[in-house]
């Protein structure tokens, strides 16, 4: 017998998956939270029946939405991360020796026990309990709303703008997170697709290049999503992630990012450069 | 009732889509043939149940598969596209004023009446009879032997190498392809996804690198296509891709397709320079 699972990525689209057996299944407060192995991707986390990440391309997102603002900032020390709950964006994070701390404002617990025990390579940085960072189980947007001027970098790893997510990816989300960094700060959100989340894209991109003077959105292609290309949205007060310099960059040991793919990244096919004109 | 297709694109994954309808299925001599109208995709080419190419995301590959090459041979005046039946790429390659002739050849001529009839926006240079196309139904193989010395630029449009394309990923065929440029000639192949044909992609790089004293992959996103990552393969006797000026670049009318796009699409994630290393 052959089990397979199909997630709906539109309402006539899907990718379906033959499934091993399913790891784990539970409902938190916030959302249903499973763990399943697929033969193609290997595990993959399933919230509310939408794969968040496998073990098979884990790699691209999670170096993606972390080194391309930490290379971007010139010394970045004190991260915050929201959402990020399977690790892998701290365990990424932790990789730039210059880095002091990352705070991590996860709203679901289940979420990080789920990934500690069955996604121990991408939750890694948590399972060692990694001396820079701290994790608090708690409410991102109202972390934000109440810090202020203390972030060099925040990296907004969230999950879908429904359900716990949707509180991110609102202009007084975006002012709180302005207000939160540093006066050189720069942060990241993940703005899903370019192929089918046009509408969503063009409003975010428009909220944040009224409050930060830098606004620049990066391709990155992850298979397990939608259309297979993602896309990034950086805020930046001061740095230009254009203007860095490849021959400067920190070793790394990445499987996908490197100093051409970090500036090829911000080159966009025509229809994306109207979405966002 | 609904109805889905599933374009399996491994053994272990799939594509699903909702279909409103099939236009047409028929079998021709080398294949099964089929257009069927989706509601994400539009109309899409299937061939053995593999889907070859929609109205949605037809422009990628096309734009990708042309301009890249044509933009970087200074001065393309006769093109040979092998393959390409749908039409796409002779429609792109038209918009290049230079260029005197397109000869496409193209094994099975039922893709080409079908295009015509069901795909017209992708058929537009055949339907109309563009005057600089040369449409030849025949083995481009073949053709390829007895060629010599007489191309600027070759574009190899071909499906996957299993049925009817299985001889266009042979050594024979590129030392053809080689003997069939000119002294300053290039050609491009589709090279499937760097994802899924990791094992193809190495031998191919490796036995066309043996050959032309400039080969480079490049990339282009494409939603159609496993893993919405697809690999474009380029060797060259004498322009690089890289070196282009891009102040120089002719007006395309492209929506995809970009000078910041051509240089931006050689680089490489790190898993992907690893294979062709």
Chains 1, 2 share one sequence.
């Not at 199909?6 to 689209?13: P, V």
């Not at 020390?77 to 964006?89: C, N, P, R, S, T």
């Amino acid at each position: 017998m052959e089990l397979w699972y199909t997630e709906y990525q539109t309402k006539n689209l899907g990718l379906t998956c033959r499934i091993k057996e399913t790891l784990f299944q539970g409902q938190s407060e916030f959302q249903e939270v499973a763990v399943v192995d697929s033969l193609e991707f290997g595990r993959m986390l399933v919230l509310d029946g939408v794969f968040q990440t496998s073990v098979f391309d884990e790699y691209i997102y999670h170096e993606m939405i972390v080194h391309v603002p930490l290379c971007t900032h010139a010394n970045p020390k004190k991260i915050l991360v929201i959402g990020g709950g399977d690790g892998g964006a701290v365990r990424e994070t932790v990789k730039h020796a210059g880095v002091e701390s990352v705070e991590m404002v996860e709203i679901d617990g289940l979420v990080v026990d789920v990934s500690k025990k069955f996604l121990p390579e991408i939750s890694a940085a948590l399972l060692t309990n990694h001396p820079k960072v701290q994790l608090k189980i708690g409410d991102g947007i109202k972390h934000m709303a109440e810090a202020e001027g203390q972030y060099d970098v925040i990296i907004v790893d969230c999950s879908d703008p429904i359900g716990p997510g949707e509180g991110l990816f609102t202009p007084e989300f975006y002012r709180n997170v302005h207000k939160a960094l540093k006066a050189d700060g720069l942060f990241v959100q993940q703005t899903e697709s370019p192929f089918y989340h046009q509408d969503l894209i063009r409003h975010l991109y428009r909220d944040i290049a009224a409050l930060f003077p830098l606004t620049r959105l990066y391709l990155a292609n992850i298979p397990l999503y939608p259309g297979g290309l993602h896309c990034f949205t950086m805020g930046s007060k001061k740095y230009d992630p254009l203007q860095i310099n490849v021959a400067n960059l920190p070793e790394l040991n990445t499987r996908y990012y490197n100093g051409a793919v970090h500036k090829a990244c911000f080159e966009l096919p025509n229809f994306i450069r109207n979405l966002i004109r």
